[in-house]
């Protein structure tokens, strides 16, 4: 069966993708760090003077994030972020927790002291961040490090959020499966990132289990003990996934539409 060519990068055909593409990718990251928040109305207009483009490519990029399901077109109020299921936050990070921690057996006997070292830092920066106030939104604690960016992070992400995808690509690294860290990217991307930050922000007792289950997680790689480091990373990932999930259950969808 014939198919089309796929157009030149160098075409007008090839240029618009690419352009629907980073539109798409500028939209997606203002979404995930909650500087537009979920139940927020994406007006074209406005998304395109913020961008500076013009509406078409606002508009295909819209239906590229709409069959992503990030977004989603509602009756008299158009393209809003989608405020995820429940379900979907327990299915997805159920998946997540088994990804996880097939990187931590990869990683294991490939992790080095510098690396447990930077593990160890990017945790206490959670730790310090996190005993902020108002973190979700970008301020950092007073006296808080900075925590070194990473290519899963949005440049807008909270201080926590930084540090916490910190520890984790850095396992995802070093355990040296490129699609492997693709997919566990993916499953993050699913959802507004800066939700766990309010996750934590909220509950002080899931913030320090957030923080030690971190700690027993470079316990176990230092130990070299691969069925170890999965089995503590699966705990920390399938906990992480249930507080967001009751997060979205405690909160009705009136709260974000209106």
């Given at each position: 069966?014939?198919?089309?060519?796929?157009?030149?990068?160098d075409?007008?055909?090839?240029?618009?993708?690419?352009?629907?593409?980073?539109t798409?990718?500028?939209?997606?990251?203002?979404?995930?760090?909650?500087?537009?928040?979920?139940?927020?109305?994406?007006?074209?207009?406005?998304?395109?003077?913020?961008?500076?483009?013009?509406?078409?490519p606002?508009?295909?990029?819209?239906?590229?994030?709409?069959?992503?399901?990030?977004?989603?077109?509602l009756?008299?109020?158009?393209?809003?972020?989608?405020?995820?299921?429940?379900?979907?936050v327990?299915?997805?990070?159920?998946?997540?927790?088994?990804?996880e921690?097939?990187?931590?057996?990869?990683?294991?006997?490939?992790?080095?002291?510098?690396?447990?070292?930077?593990?160890?830092?990017?945790?206490?920066?959670?730790?310090?961040?996190?005993?902020?106030?108002?973190?979700?939104?970008?301020?950092?604690?007073?006296?808080a490090?900075s925590?070194?960016?990473?290519?899963?992070t949005?440049p807008?992400?909270s201080?926590?959020?930084s540090?916490?995808?910190?520890?984790?690509?850095l396992?995802?690294?070093?355990?040296?499966?490129?699609?492997?860290?693709?997919?566990?990217?993916?499953?993050?991307?699913?959802?507004?990132?800066?939700?766990?930050?309010?996750?934590?922000?909220?509950?002080?007792?899931?913030?320090?289990?957030?923080?030690?289950?971190?700690e027993?997680?470079?316990?176990?790689?230092?130990?070299?003990?691969?069925?170890?480091?999965r089995?503590?990373?699966?705990?920390?990932?399938?906990?992480?996934?249930?507080?967001?999930?009751?997060?979205?259950?405690?909160?009705?969808?009136?709260?974000?539409?209106?």
């Open positions: 069966m014939d198919t089309a060519p796929l157009p030149d990068a075409s007008p055909a090839g240029k618009g993708k690419a352009l629907v593409d980073d798409a990718a500028a939209i997606r990251a203002r979404i995930l760090s909650g500087e537009i928040p979920i139940g927020a109305q994406l007006r074209q207009v406005e998304l395109a003077e913020l961008l500076g483009v013009s509406r078409t606002v508009r295909e990029a819209l239906r590229q994030l709409q069959a992503g399901g990030l977004i989603e077109v009756p008299n109020r158009g393209a809003v972020v989608r405020v995820p299921a429940p379900w979907e327990r299915e997805a990070y159920e998946i997540r927790a088994e990804l921690g097939l990187a931590c057996v990869r990683a294991v006997h490939a992790v080095t002291p510098d690396i447990l070292r930077e593990l160890r830092e990017a945790n206490e920066t959670v730790r310090a961040v996190s005993s902020g106030v108002r973190d979700a939104g970008g301020g950092a604690a007073p006296g490090g925590s070194p960016a990473t290519p899963n949005s807008n992400a201080p926590s959020t540090a916490n995808d910190c520890f984790h690509t396992i995802h690294t070093v355990a040296g499966n490129r699609r492997l860290a693709r997919a566990i990217k993916d499953v993050n991307e699913a959802f507004p990132r800066n939700v766990s930050a309010l996750v934590l922000q909220d509950n002080p007792r899931h913030r320090e289990d957030n923080i030690r289950e971190h027993r997680i470079v316990e176990a790689l230092a130990a070299e003990d691969a069925e170890r480091a089995s503590e990373m699966k705990a920390h990932v399938i906990s992480a996934g249930e507080q967001l999930a009751r997060w979205y259950e405690q909160r009705s969808a009136t709260v974000f539409r209106g």
